[in-house]
């Protein structure tokens, strides 16, 4: 799509990051020379990657939440600011400022299950590479004796028969397993079987028992 609107208007389109409680539009965005992640404006705000549970401050490179503090607002500052997306900081490239991954997911999303931290981004990662399962999945939530259990459903595409279901079924329980570290159930819907909220289908269905 970038390209298109690039070609059809002759213009550099770049990518920007803000938020409303920070500043708004213009916190980060990408440069025209590389167009690799988005740079922060480290003179204006310093960035933290912190662990969504723990809040302990991660190394470079490795993905968490983002936080920001800001160096020069002075009519409402914020301090170690918690956004809840999900993302990583990068070296500089074209410029010398430290860039931010594009944003994967909101750690409010988190589903900890079995003590395993798992995002619905992670499940969807897996889904678009699988063959004969279109891009639409739901994670069910719920308690079996004293154990959680999550189950992926994802919608086949209509042309996947039987056998091509069964494959990618196989196919995504291996590669969560592999990818995330936990055991889940998986199931291959029908086209159109989930439910859907003006066009979007919820990602989660948490139905586990909350009692202590």
Same mark, same amino acid.
């Given at each position: 799509?970038?390209?298109?609107?690039?070609?059809?208007?002759?213009?550099?389109?770049?990518?920007?990051? #803000?938020?409303?409680?920070?500043?708004?539009?213009?916190?980060?965005?990408?440069?025209?020379?590389?167009?690799?992640?988005?740079?922060?404006?480290?003179?204006?705000?310093?960035?933290?990657?912190?662990?969504?549970?723990?809040?302990?401050?991660?190394?470079?490179?490795?993905?968490?939440?983002?936080?920001?503090?800001?160096?020069?607002?002075?009519?409402?500052?914020?301090?170690?600011?918690? $956004?809840?997306?999900?993302?990583?900081?990068?070296?500089?490239?074209?410029?010398?400022?430290?860039?931010?991954?594009?944003? $994967?997911?909101?750690?409010?999303?988190?589903?900890?299950?079995? #003590?395993?931290?798992?995002?619905? $981004?992670?499940?969807?990662?897996?889904?678009?590479?699988?063959? #004969?399962?279109?891009?639409?999945?739901?994670?069910?939530?719920?308690?079996?004796?004293?154990?959680?259990?999550?189950?992926?459903?994802?919608?086949?595409?209509?042309?996947?028969?039987?056998?091509?279901?069964?494959?990618?079924?196989?196919?995504? $329980?291996?590669?969560?397993?592999?990818?995330? #570290?936990?055991?889940?159930?998986?199931?291959?819907?029908?086209?159109?079987?989930?439910?859907?909220?003006?066009?979007?289908?919820?990602?989660?269905?948490?139905?586990?028992?909350?009692?202590?």
């Amino acid at each position: 799509m970038r390209q298109e609107i690039e070609e059809r208007f002759a213009i550099d389109a770049v990518d920007i990051y #803000g938020l409303s409680e920070v500043i708004g539009p213009g916190v980060a965005q990408e440069c025209v020379e590389t167009k690799d992640h988005l740079h922060i404006w480290e003179d204006h705000f310093y960035p933290e990657v912190v662990d969504p549970v723990t809040g302990e401050v991660l190394p470079e490179g490795e993905r968490g939440e983002l936080v920001f503090t800001s160096l020069t607002k002075e009519a409402m500052p914020v301090v170690r600011y918690r $956004t809840r997306d999900l993302t990583r900081l990068l070296p500089g490239t074209a410029r010398v400022f430290r860039r931010m991954e594009k944003v $994967t997911g909101r750690s409010d999303d988190m589903v900890i299950l079995r #003590g395993v931290n798992l995002f619905p $981004t992670q499940i969807e990662e897996i889904v678009l590479c699988t063959p #004969g399962v279109a891009p639409h999945f739901q994670l069910r939530l719920t308690t079996a004796g004293r154990m959680d259990s999550l189950t992926v459903r994802a919608e086949a595409r209509p042309d996947a028969d039987a056998t091509a279901r069964e494959a990618a079924a196989r196919s995504i $329980t291996a590669a969560v397993k592999d990818g995330i #570290g936990v055991s889940v159930d998986v199931e291959i819907v029908d086209p159109e079987t989930l439910e859907r909220s003006v066009g979007k289908i919820r990602r989660i269905v948490d139905l586990r028992d909350k009692r202590d």
